[in-house]
């Protein structure tokens, strides 16, 4: 299932792809239904900054949701891989236990907007179950991007707080 998101940022561009892949704001940040994260990885792979996250889902899991992941917990790996030169990125996750079964992927883009950053989001969702996949990516699909809404809102006020 395809998403879409923009969020506006008091921030530069360069300030806003910094934070981005700042593994101390990810470890601050409380999101709905998921521990904070484990850091897995933070680094500079030529132009790009590179930070993957290991989340585990703590809230109550919707019956299909649970057929999909079995008697275990949902854990999933969220990379964001940032282009510090052009302002653009990506955002991988995946299950941990089944990847083909449950990920998605965003490419995002930064850019300067009312003297501040506005970040557009572009990806999509897969959830490849024959019978359920679409009814679980439309379940789904909501809490991603209200958990976007959140971090963005506590990205701003970070930068808020640096200027």
Known sequence: MRFH???????????????????????????PDLS????????????????????????SIDPIARRLIGAGHLVWIQEIRVDQSAG????????????RRLHGAADFALTAADAGT???FDGE????????????????????????D???QALDEQLQREE
């Open 5 to 31: 998101a923009e969020h506006r940022f008091s921030g530069s561009e360069q300030a806003v792809a910094a934070l981005l892949t700042d593994p101390a704001f990810y470890l601050d940040l409380a999101l």
């Open 150 to 152: 959140i971090e963005s």
């Open 118 to 120: 506005l970040r557009r």
């Open 36 to 59: 904070r994260p484990e850091v897995l990885e933070h680094g500079e792979d030529g132009d790009d900054t590179v930070l993957r996250l290991r989340y585990k889902f703590v809230g």
């Open 88 to 99: 653009t990125g990506t955002v991988t996750f995946e299950a941990e236990r089944d990847p």
């Open 125 to 148: 969702l897969i959830v490849a179950v024959p019978g359920i996949g679409r009814m679980a990516e439309r379940r789904i699909v909501p809490g991603l991007l209200r958990r976007l």
